[in-house]
């Protein structure tokens, strides 16, 4: 199993334009989750979603929005890059509501100029 | 509001030694709390998951207690070694639920050979 898998590992955007954060995972995990990395703030829930065509806002949902067609993806879609949200995204999944152990991806490092 | 708390400051301890990490959370009691560990540049992996009616969990070197009335959970490293040098994240669902895990900022914990 390649378990979380995060594409890209770096990017760097300019202000206003749009990209899509891809996730996939291959253990058939229901919930998903995206999560943000700032220095001295923790890991911000951004999205979440327990299952495919359900998905939930989190913590700091504004700027984002996300869908899951599918078990295995979860992508993270950022409709206009603000500077703001230059962080370090974080895939996770997790078999179901009922299994709390949450598996991470390695991450992607965000750049908004 | 709600938050978790955990000490900013890093923990520098000597090799063999106990290492012990707090956190504390406010408001609504957690059914569940959560430790993770954290290497530079990587994504969290889970340790130990202990539940409110549990006082304690332990797995190999790893203890933990939840004490709920204080609203504190405590992380001990017994014998700890240099490999145990990292950022130690808890994480729990501030709303007393098990769809939005919140993690508090970690502890960063350097082991002195």
């Known amino acids: 199993n390649a378990g979380v898998t995060q594409t890209p590992k770096f990017q760097v955007l300019k202000t206003g334009q749009s990209m899509t954060l891809q996730c996939a995972q291959d253990m058939n995990h229901e919930y998903m989750s995206w999560y943000r990395q700032d220095p001295g703030m923790g890991l911000r829930l951004i999205h979440y979603s327990v299952g495919a065509g359900i998905t939930d806002q989190g913590e700091v949902p504004n700027g984002y929005n996300v869908s899951r067609s599918t078990t295995e993806d979860f992508p993270l879609r950022l409709l206009s890059a603000a500077p703001s949200q230059t962080s370090v995204y974080f895939c996770?999944?997790?078999?179901?509501?009922?299994?709390?152990?949450?598996?991470f991806g390695p991450g992607t490092r965000l750049t908004v100029t | 509001s709600q938050k978790i708390e955990q000490n900013s400051e890093a923990l520098n301890i000597q090799e063999g030694k106990t290492a012990t990490l707090t956190c504390n959370y406010t408001n609504y009691s957690p059914a569940y709390l959560q430790w993770y560990r954290q290497d530079p540049g990587r994504g969290p992996v889970f340790l130990l998951l202990i539940r409110e009616n549990e006082k304690e969990k332990r797995k190999e070197r790893l203890k933990v207690t939840f004490d709920t009335t204080l609203k504190q959970s405590l992380f001990h490293i017994t014998a700890s070694q240099p490999a145990d040098s990292a950022t130690y994240l808890c994480a729990l669902d501030l709303s007393g639920g098990y769809q939005k895990v919140t993690f508090g900022t970690g502890t960063k914990l350097q082991v002195i050979p």
């Open positions: 996770a999944s997790r078999v179901g509501l009922s299994t709390y152990e949450q598996y």
